[in-house]
T-cell receptor, first 114, second 113 residues
């Protein structure tokens, strides 16, 4: 299994809602990532987890809260988002965070904040 | 991580080789060159990476110049399904903290009939 899965594919939420994005991989990878991609822009790194511990937070606002409950799962909890947070949210995984390993990306969750 | 420069767009006829250049003149000796592509509305897809030597896999070839200041991704027989944004990324190895993948603006490759 060389796949990263993300659910849901699409999400529409209001600014007062609380929702969660889910990412799963069964490749035995120990590093997992969240990226944000605005329309016609490249992906931007948000968070990195290494061995289920948060390794990098790219100064992401606290309305985005990541969680790594086990080595196969990565969640992104969303609360009090703004319309400008509408974007494609991509999850990725790699064998480790070392520079020699490629990252495998999921198809993304397209989020719309009303 | 070293900055990369790529042309914003390129065209290629189907069946011909697509040669995508990337300039990374400030690359350090231990930094890798990675290539990813992103087909419209999908997640990025890993293509190939290299450090010093040229590399080839089932998808593409990566040619890195001897001084490592530039590289070329070669798709030997482009098809319409290769139409995508191609990202060249320079990435440092793990030096105690996680090695980040920093995407630049990429090259939009359009393969035509």
């Amino acid at each position: 299994d060389t796949e990263v899965t993300q659910t849901p594919k699409h999400l529409v939420m209001g600014m007062t809602n609380k929702k969660s994005l889910k990412c799963e991989q069964h490749m035995g990878h120990r590093a997992m990532y969240w990226y944000k991609q605005k329309a016609k822009k490249p992906p931007e790194l948000m968070f990195v987890y290494s061995y289920e511990k948060l390794s990098i937070n790219e100064s992401v606002p606290s309305r985005f809260s990541p969680e790594c409950p086990n080595s196969s799962l990565l969640n992104l909890h969303l609360h009090a988002l703004q319309p400008e947070d509408s974007a494609l949210y991509l999850c990725a995984s790699s064998q480790s965070t070392s520079g020699g390993y490629e990252q495998f990306f999921g198809p993304g969750t397209r989020l719309t904040v009303l | 991580d070293a900055k990369t420069t790529q042309p914003p767009s390129m065209d290629c006829a189907e069946g011909r080789a697509a040669n995508l250049p990337c300039n990374h003149s400030t690359i350090s000796g231990n930094e890798y060159v990675y290539w990813y592509r992103q087909i419209h509305s999908q997640g990025p897809q890993y293509i190939i990476h290299g450090l010093k030597n040229n590399e080839t896999n089932e998808m593409a070839s990566l040619i890195i110049t001897e001084d490592r200041k530039s590289s070329t991704l070669i798709l030997p027989h482009a098809t319409l399904r290769d139409t995508a944004v191609y990202y060249c990324i320079v990435r440092r190895p793990n030096t105690g903290t996680a090695s980040k993948l920093t995407f630049g603006t990429g090259t939009r490759l359009q393969v035509t009939l």
